[in-house]
């Protein structure tokens, strides 16, 4: 049950942001076992003076830099992280082409009684 936003400046064509979802969802399925049909994904599109990526930790990033929040069940393994970075950043890199460097990925874990899906009741809890 991932909840994805994504942040990235403004002015790139729908096809560049349906192949962002495209991949996350690709990526999510193969290294978190997502079910088919869980997509629940949002893109913020943000101009240049909103929207600053630093070149921290040794990473060179671009303009065309992705921030990737995903807030999923606190029951995922570190091992199943690392694979979804790796991944995202493939899947991404394949299509619609940003580079690695301008990947960044944040993976929150919440309890699964923090969720409701619809209906106003916690369907995992």
């Not at 990235?8 to 997502?34: F, T, W």
């Not at 994904?41 to 930790?57: D, K």
């Not at 991944?87 to 299509?95: D, Y």
Request: glycine share 8%.
């Amino acid at each position: 049950m991932p909840l994805l936003h994504i942040s990235m400046r403004a002015g790139k064509p729908d096809a560049y942001r349906q192949a962002i979802l495209d991949g996350l969802y690709r990526a999510m399925r193969e290294a978190l076992n997502v079910p088919d049909g869980d997509e629940f994904m949002t893109i913020s599109e943000l101009s240049p003076a909103n929207f600053r990526c630093g070149n921290a930790y040794g990473v060179r990033r671009s303009d065309d830099a992705v921030l990737i929040q995903i807030t999923v069940f606190a029951a995922r393994t570190p091992e199943q992280k690392k694979a979804l970075y790796r991944s995202i950043a493939e899947l991404l890199g394949e299509n619609p082409g940003i580079r690695p460097e301008d990947v960044f990925v944040n993976v929150l874990d919440a309890p699964a009684e923090n969720w409701s899906v619809g209906n106003g009741i916690a369907q995992f809890a």
